[in-house]
């Protein structure tokens, strides 16, 4: 596991819960505001001592440091997740950009009957108790920051070793917890799934749609209805729902009567989706303070790497060539 890592943001949630006991120095300097991403290795030094330094009871430890967690600790993925309507958009948004907050072991998501399953197996290695049992408490504490509510999910599975004392996961997570199992896994009831999200980030949503109707409007002027279609595929790019169904959707029109209506206009849905994320990200790449997995999380890509592709294939630069070029111009 070499080359796993945590984001940086992530991490920081220690520091902070050291600091709330009186410890703030205890393990030295925090990550730099530089730091995208810490070493696991690293993550595991980092909370091996500080289990060491919280007069807590040392069982219970990864679930008193979950209890503090809020969406700024998943870096843009949480804030993002605050702009989404329910728990299962907001659930979706972080399971398909997961790696840029845990990557460790893959995620895989599945629905059940019951409920939504997100599973995580051993394929690189297994990181020990504390940090799966934090990275697991923090989800089930991010599911009751973002609804308001004391969410229970149904059950909880661990790969790692059954502890002497059951009781402290019980009460945590209120429901059964099993260890020694194949995976780590957590089931979240699908009731739940649809509840709306109490701390919706209306100020962050607003704010994102104003700079990009800021970023189109440098555009040159397109007729009406290609102007409608751009200012409706803003907000559905940053939501990662990219396809022309997605637009449909959002217009109340079929698909064919909106491809029908895009050729009238001289465009294709791809043609129109790839302008506006162009148009989108040069305007995001002049502003010197967004990173480059920042950007292309809000262009709805999974991947930084599939932005650097697209960008390549749009402009000939890659993304940092472009922005360096730009700002050496008078």
């Not at 607003?206 to 002027?221: C, P, S």
């Not at 790019?237 to 206009?265: E, K, V």
Request: glycine letters at 8%; proline letters at 7%; charged letters at 20%.
């Amino acid at each position: 596991m070499d080359d796993a890592r945590i984001a940086a943001s992530y991490v920081q949630l220690l520091f902070e819960h050291l600091g709330a006991l009186g410890l703030a120095d205890a393990l030295g300097p925090p990550p730099l505001p530089s730091e995208r991403f810490v070493a696991l290795r690293r993550w595991q030094t980092l909370l091996a001592q500080a289990q060491a330094l919280d007069p807590g009871p040392r069982a219970s430890f990864a679930l008193r440091l979950a209890r503090g967690i809020a969406p700024r600790h998943f870096g843009v993925v949480g804030f993002a997740a605050l702009a989404c309507g329910t728990l299962g958009e907001a659930l979706q948004r972080l399971e398909r950009h997961h790696r840029s907050v845990y990557d460790v072991n893959p995620a895989r998501v599945q629905a059940l009957p019951q409920g939504l399953s997100i599973e995580w197996g051993v394929e690189r290695g297994r990181p020990g108790a504390l940090v799966d049992e934090t990275a697991i408490a923090s989800l089930v504490q991010l599911t009751r920051e973002l609804t308001g509510r004391a969410l229970h999910p149904l059950a909880v599975d661990f790969v790692n070793p059954r502890p002497a004392d059951l009781r402290p996961y019980t009460d945590f997570f209120g429901c059964p917890v099993r260890f020694a199992q194949p995976s780590t896994r957590v089931l979240l009831a699908a009731q739940d799934l649809a509840l709306p999200l109490r701390g919706a980030d209306a100020a962050l949503l607003a704010l994102l749609d104003e700079q990009a109707e800021r970023l189109l409007q440098q555009v040159a002027a397109v007729s009406e209805p290609v102007g409608v279609w751009r200012q409706a595929l803003v907000g559905l790019i940053r939501g990662g729902h990219t396809q022309l169904s997605d637009l449909a959707r959002s217009l109340q029109i079929s698909p064919r009567s909106l491809q029908r209506r895009l050729a009238d206009q001289g465009h294709s849905f791809q043609g129109l989706l790839s302008q506006t994320r162009q148009q989108l990200a040069e305007g995001y790449l002049a502003d010197p303070d967004l990173e480059l997995a920042e950007i292309a999380l809000l262009l709805g890509y999974s991947e930084q790497s599939a932005f650097t592709r697209a960008f390549r294939h749009w402009t000939g630069l890659a993304p940092l060539q472009w922005r360096k070029q730009q700002a050496s111009r008078p």
